[in-house]
C-alpha cells in the first residue's frame, strides 16, 4: 500500500554535501508527517527532521539545526533531505519514514512507514 525509496547517499568528506531523496509510492499523498531518522553503528535510530505533508510544518533535531533542510515536493510524492557542512558524526544509515496520523511525533515508534535506508559515511 505504502512504499519509501531512499536514494543519495554516499562517502563524502567533512564539510561536504549531500541530497537524499525519498520517493513515495501508494498512498504517500495521504501521509500527514514525513520525517528523516539516522542510525549511526552501534548506536539508536534517532530523529533527524520532520515536515508535514504541505511543508507548513517543520522540526529539527538540535544537532543538524543550520546544516540540514527538510523539503517535500507532494506533486513528486518525494522528500528531501539537504545535508551541509557534514561531520563525521552525521555518519549513519538515513531512513525515510512517514506518519500517518495527523500530529507530529519524533518518536521513531510513531512512524507506520520506513524506507530501506541510504548510507551516507563523512570523511573526516
Known amino acids: 500500500q505504502v512504499q519509501l525509496v531512499e536514494s543519495g547517499g554516499g562517502l563524502v568528506q567533512a564539510g561536504g554535501s549531500l541530497r537524499l531523496s525519498c520517493a513515495g509510492s501508494g498512498q504517500t499523498f495521504r501521509m500527514p508527517y514525513m520525517g528523516w531518522f539516522r542510525q549511526a553503528p552501534g548506536k539508536e535510530r534517532e530523529f533527524v527532521a520532520v515536515?508535514?505533508?504541505?511543508?507548513?510544518?517543520?522540526f529539527y533535531t538540535d544537532s543538524v539545526k543550520g546544516r540540514f533542510t527538510i523539503s517535500r515536493d507532494s506533486a513528486k510524492n518525494t522528500v528531501y533531505l539537504q545535508m551541509n557542512s557534514l561531520k563525521p558524526e552525521d555518519t549513519a544509515v538515513y531512513y525515510c519514514?512517514?506518519?500517518?496520523?495527523?500530529?507530529?511525533?519524533?518518536?521513531?515508534?510513531?512512524?507506520?512507514?520506513w524506507g530501506q535506508g541510504t548510507q551516507v559515511t563523512v570523511s573526516s
Open positions: 515536515i508535514s505533508w504541505n511543508g507548513g510544518s517543520i
Open positions: 519514514a512517514a506518519r500517518r496520523e495527523s500530529v507530529l511525533s519524533t518518536n521513531d515508534a510513531y512512524y507506520d512507514y
